[in-house]
């Protein structure tokens, strides 16, 4: 059993760790911190574990931490994260961190839209955490960067198109879509209940939301030139749930039958991504508590243009299962332990 | 007192007319129609009506029709209302038409995206009833189609950049989304709230939405040349609204402020358009259950793209409210009566 | 016009109050005061209320307040309530208060159940605001202490029994449901969209919410002996809404036509009571946004007992509309001035 | 591995009968019928399932039936079930029935509340399918009749206090709300997105709800004497969840503490019970997904009543989940096999 720690449990990312972990054969939970949480059961503040996951809240020293587990997930806020992450590295450990703070390989790029960055030095060796783009460097990492929640529904939705040149990057606009467990489990008057019920609205708009250079960054990549694109993400008023609209020029004439082709050869061994039949398109609430992509396509043959959309669950495939499936790489268990329970629905 | 008529008033959009009409204080509503429920009260089908609409839904002869009021809605799908709408005509009577039977002005797109039409020789004098484009028009007319929501909120937010040739309509996407009361009444596995709440997904993907031809049409009038638009639809699980985020290159590099006068100075005499002050967007919530429709600008400068999101109720500014806006126009009411009921919220 | 201030604007219940005063013909809101929002113009808080509601928010001192108005609504939390009424009825001016300070007449009571009360000299005057049981009392009063929500809809659904000693009041049951806005909008996590939506749950059972002296105050006066009751709250994902179900039994055989007979009476002229047909039961849906009560009635022939059911918007009248109600008693103006827009659905 | 069929697999309990069955070891599905999606893959009509759960729904005649599996779910309509189940029995399977058929044991209490019975001869031996309380009966037994949704919730509530005599059946009174879910996947104006969104209502009140035969059979059982109960059913705006309210008066003064032991040691080997801690309470979104029957208990002192509050997934507890539970008892696998799933929150 590998013992696995996870530092930050009492957000809504750190709980579906646990709640995940708690379901993999091969893992204990051996700490859970929660600085505000610290002494309590993780079932008090998550009723529905209890019975599930007998986990109890601690708040250890840095240095007492790193003794605590082997593998150490940190769900944690940027900035604090670059802090945590070192020691735990010098101890010996391996991390999968969610947090922004090594996402980014350009550090120029990362303080221009988050902070000051004092440990530059672990950026050239951490993988970014998409195992369908990284899966080797990802086994091969003891630091992993696991993806924001849009660029992983982005990236997986574009990767074929742009690694084959089929559309004009300059043209590609996603607009995208989000539950709000996306917006964390901070009291704020705009998270709540009345504010986001029977209601839908863009935030961020016009080139400002910090996923934007983690998503370039990756199409630049699989590009082979400099993407930059127009990115909008909105509030849905539901728990859980990423579905990303996606929009490009193609570069020549295809057919939809050509398109999928292609799809299905690039994802054919990813147990996680699911391309949608032709005619048929994602929804979030059929990826919901899953580790699923699903990933539909359209032409518009008025327009030339082909219609990419992606839904993932925002906290599993966009946070906490895709840490796992990391993990699961990075120690050397089957890709897919633990994270093939089916979404449910209704 | 003005005599109305409601042609199908126990759809959502019909049962909406006889809620805004029932505050107008000129006038009376004479006769409302359901086949299916012809006998009931309309409060016992929308028993939120009781004590503050008293109408018995009956079903007349076409011909006793046009004797019951002065003034009718034709609240019924396409191909239905072509065959109603003509002998109200010739009875003298003044028609709003809330289908699409009367907004292509070239039968032959209709057709194309519809079925045969048999009353063509309507369709030069149909008013398309986007009061704030052809106010005049809708006065002078007997016949207003009344607009699809979506292109309510689509033309709405577009016009001012079109008019001016601020934005290369080449590069133009539309992607709505709207609750689901757009989806009638009409009991459907796809519109029961288990299939609906706690998701989101895209319908009539690729450019084959009915709302198309009709947006076209309006945006090639604006620009001057023929626009063909990538537009998808999505389902939200709220009962009213849409919001529209529209993305186009613009022509030439311009200020937020800039853009900001122009949209002032199209609106400031329009009393349905609010324009969202710099820095803040719209939301569904904030107009539900009114006849606004909130626009929001905002500048992508890495891209050199201006998003444009625009915010309806679909059933007040995106139907009935328009609609009888349309009326008073027609009949020379003040434009605004029955119609400046404050959004609620929460 | 009569010059009102509304006191606390700036939560769900002083907003409402402003939507529903503006739409009134013949008041002016003068003043509305908000100490966290100051200076801000309402409709940036609630941009639902832009080109509706032109109001500032202000936090003028004592002394001035009470010249800037002539009617004023209280719409603070309970204790800063008994502080602020006094000196606006020193200045002469008459006051709603929407708090708890002046509902209970028994200041032992309320001691027990809140905290000292130090302007216990104004309970003896304080009229109970609600109209369809003290409207001559109301009418003749400078302070109206408006009822809670639960007791509104508890009240008026039991009053016509109990006035007639039909059920026994030691077997009195019930169970209350509310939507979320009536925890307010304070940035909680128990009030978090993902706390809340898509589930369902009791609070403060066992008898300790601070409802149930002014629920039980109310039924003992109409009883003529005190009664007890076992009162369960629970929330509800929706905005607005109570849905009060009561249970008791029934002290001689009777017919249910008998006692539908018994509330038509009762409510005849009462325009904001609606009873449901025989049959059919009330639903926070229809009355959503509007100042009814909907009742509904049952016999459970197998028990010997009443099942009354009974509806509101808990923010209309619940709160804001009833408070309007109160002041159109205490002006002069017609009762329903301002309040009969039809509930709109869906 | 056991062969199980599932009869009526397209509803929402046939699907989640295959989603859990498709999760358990030791089982494969052999056969799943629908007659209206004969011929479609299950994940056509369910594309949550698609990569997850390979089935080709059928629609074989009778006699064929009973040779594709061992084990049967008949997840099929009261009446329809009684035609079904006997050939299976009688080609030496065994049974659980999801529906009302084989429930109550006297056939003029079933022939009263739901039609004619052409299969009494089964009722005797029928296993009333509430593992909690007929462990051993089930595991003996050919037919499970599995219990509705309601009753599970009801029967674990308040079997403790019946049994001990803590409480007088003739004052109970038993208030539940149910997610919708629950009215199936059948289209109907009434289950419609717009219609049950936001809002809550009752139904079925006055003691006609079928369940309440059911009920009153086990809490007879229970208290052994005859237990007439008030019954009364209310939607939910979730999709799955069931929370009832019940309240009794005790029988003799009693600490809250003594009663939570009475109910720990009642349910202290029963891993799908989970009793809340003193002062906290049961909610829908913490057993959501998952087998589990959450319970808290609460005194009124001032009323001397007990409040019961249990919580269940109405399609997992409530139906598919309960029914695997009873099949793994029937077959001798461990009780909790595939049933052990963490609920998901948020």
Chains 1, 2, 3, 4 share one sequence.
Not at 194 to 200: A, L, N, P, S
Not at 254 to 279: I, M, N, S
Request: include cysteine.
């Amino acid at each position: 059993m590998l013992r696995v720690g996870i530092i930050g449990v009492s957000g809504y990312t750190g709980v579906e760790l646990a709640r995940i972990l708690s379901g993999h054969p091969q893992v204990r939970i051996t700490v859970a911190t929660s600085r505000q949480h610290a002494g309590k059961f993780l079932s008090e503040i998550y009723p529905n574990l209890r019975g599930c996951v007998d986990l109890t809240c601690t708040n250890p020293a840095t240095e007492e931490l790193s003794q605590l587990a082997d593998f150490y997930f940190t769900a944690v806020p940027h900035k604090t994260a670059m802090d945590i992450v070192p020691p735990l590295l010098r101890a010996g450990k391996k991390v999968v961190d969610l947090s922004a703070d090594f996402r980014l390989r350009d550090v120029s790029v990362y303080e221009q839209w988050y902070q000051q960055h004092t440990s530059r030095e672990l950026l050239p060796e951490a993988a970014y955490g998409l195992p369908e783009l990284y899966r080797e460097r990802i086994r091969a990492s003891r630091l992993t960067a696991n993806p924001g929640c849009y660029p992983t529904s982005v990236i997986l939705g574009l990767a074929p198109l742009l690694r084959e040149g089929l559309i004009d990057p300059a043209t590609l606009i996603i607009d995208s879509k989000s539950g709000t467990s996306g917006a964390g489990r901070g009291a704020s008057v705009a998270s709540l209940f009345c504010e986001v019920t029977d209601g839908f609205r863009p935030y961020k708009v016009g080139g400002s939301h910090r996923h934007i250079p983690e998503i370039e960054q990756e199409l630049s990549v699989l590009a082979g030139s400099q993407v930059t694109v127009s990115f909008t993400p909105h509030l849905l008023p539901v728990s859980r749930g990423i579905l990303s609209t996606m929009y490009a020029r193609l570069t020549r004439e295809l057919d939809l039958a050509v398109l999928h082709k292609l799809y299905e050869q690039t994802y054919r061994d990813e147990r996680f991504v699911r391309l949608c039949p032709a005619g048929s398109v994602p929804a979030t609430q059929h990826v919901r508590g899953s580790n699923f992509c699903d990933i539909g396509l359209a032409l518009d043959r008025r327009t030339g243009r082909i219609i990419v959309m992606s839904a993932i669950d925002n906290i599993v495939k966009g946070a906490a299962g895709q840490a796992v499936q990391n993990m699961n790489l990075m120690h050397g268990f089957v890709e897919t332990t633990g994270l093939l329970g089916a979404p449910f629905f209704p």
